[in-house]
């Protein structure tokens, strides 16, 4: 049975960071693109990095180059993104996906 489940984020000050976690089950994990996906409110999914987790190549959405930072651990079967220098218009819920699966998603709240 697959699972992605998410952790992390909550309030964060604009400027501020904090790091996502979503650990994996289930399938193979070590040659899998993995995605994260967010949804802000009232709008539609964004696509916002993925990483190729054989090698660790990583691609970013624009708005994030730079603050954002995805990365895997194989040992532990867990996908990461860093986010620094967070803005209010990063609030979202963020999801963890691997086609066709998606984690129940983690809101991050960018507010002062």
């Known amino acids: 049975q697959v699972q992605l489940v998410e952790s992390g984020g909550g309030l964060v000050q604009p400027g501020g960071s904090t790091r996502l976690s979503c650990a994996t089950n289930?399938?193979?994990?070590?040659?899998?693109?993995m995605y994260w996906v967010r949804q802000a409110p009232g709008k539609g999914l964004e696509w916002v990095s993925s990483?190729?987790?054989?090698?660790?190549?990583?691609y970013y959405l624009d708005s994030v180059k730079g603050r954002f930072t995805i990365s895997r651990d194989i040992d532990k079967n867990t996908l990461y993104l860093e986010m620094d220098s967070l803005k209010s218009e990063d609030t979202a819920v963020y999801y963890c996906?691997?086609?066709?699966?998606w984690g129940q998603g983690t809101q991050v709240t960018v507010s002062s």
């Open positions: 996906a691997t086609i066709p699966f």
């Open positions: 289930g399938f193979v994990f070590n040659t899998k693109w």
């Open positions: 990483i190729w987790t054989g090698d660790g190549s990583a």
